[in-house]
């Protein structure tokens, strides 16, 4: 058990719609990094909070959206769901921003029909 | 991002040491080597990281050439719990209004071990 928490573990949706996909960070870790795999894409690299703040970006569509509460849990947005968004979908965090293992959740595994 | 380049797959028979190999000719002077590996159905997990010296922990040792070109991650006794992609990682520090921790996966090695 890493510490980290994602609900909801399984998720099943149509296309079109939209969901929210909840991560809370191990006690005292301030980064929360967010990550897609995909069977074809592998593990793809989405957005990182620290703090509240955003620090980084990679390839997350203008469709997703993710945010940090001042409780340290992060939420990621999917909206306009379409098939290829089905995933298993990771959050890890992090004490620091910059350095330290990453330490991830066992995923959500979203299914677009 | 500076990348890395492993096997795609090594077999390993238990209880014997395996050294999974990574290239990672690009390296600049302060990018560390991290080494993560997902066992099936689960999240990635840390295993270790170094910098120029060789490292050791629990899990397994890391021994990173003299050039900082390549490195090799030695599990000294494999076990069927082992088996699993492991992911060779230069961190890339580059962010935005701040440092980042973020890691960039590759394909990895997809170790399977035979009992």
């Known amino acids: 058990d890493s510490g980290v928490t994602q609900t909801p573990k399984h998720l099943i949706t149509a296309t079109g719609q939209r969901v929210t996909l909840r991560c809370s960070p191990r006690?005292?870790?301030?980064?929360v990094y967010w990550y897609q795999q995909s069977l074809d894409q592998g593990l793809q690299f989405l957005i990182h909070?620290?703090?509240?703040?955003?620090?980084a970006k990679g390839n997350i569509l203008e469709r997703f959206s993710a945010q940090q509460f001042p409780d340290l849990h992060s939420e990621l947005n999917l909206s306009s769901l379409e098939l290829g968004d089905s995933a298993l979908y990771f959050c890890?965090?992090?004490?620091?921003?910059?350095?330290?293992?990453?330490?991830f959740g066992e995923g959500s595994r979203l299914t677009v029909l | 991002d500076a990348k890395t380049t492993q096997p795609n797959s090594m077999e390993s028979n238990e209880e014997e040491p395996v050294h999974l190999p990574c290239n990672h000719s690009?390296?600049?002077?302060?990018?560390?080597i991290h080494w993560y590996r997902q066992l099936p159905s689960q999240g990635p997990e840390y295993v270790i990281h170094?910098?120029?010296s060789n490292v050791n922990n629990r899990m397994a040792s890391l021994a990173i050439a003299e050039d900082r070109k390549s490195s090799t991650l030695i599990l000294h006794r494999a076990t069927l719990r082992d088996a699993a992609v492991y992911y060779c990682?230069?961190?890339?520090?580059?962010?935005?209004?701040?440092?980042?921790?973020?890691?960039?996966f590759g394909t990895g090695t997809l170790l399977a071990v035979q009992p």
């Open positions: 890890a965090s992090s004490v620091r921003a910059n350095t330290g293992e990453l330490f």
């Open positions: 006690s005292g870790d301030l980064s």
């Open positions: 909070y620290y703090n509240g703040e955003e620090r």
């Open positions: 690009t390296i600049s002077g302060t990018d560390y």
């Open positions: 170094g910098l120029t």
């Open positions: 990682i230069l961190r890339d520090q580059e962010g935005y209004g701040g440092a980042t921790n973020k890691l960039i």
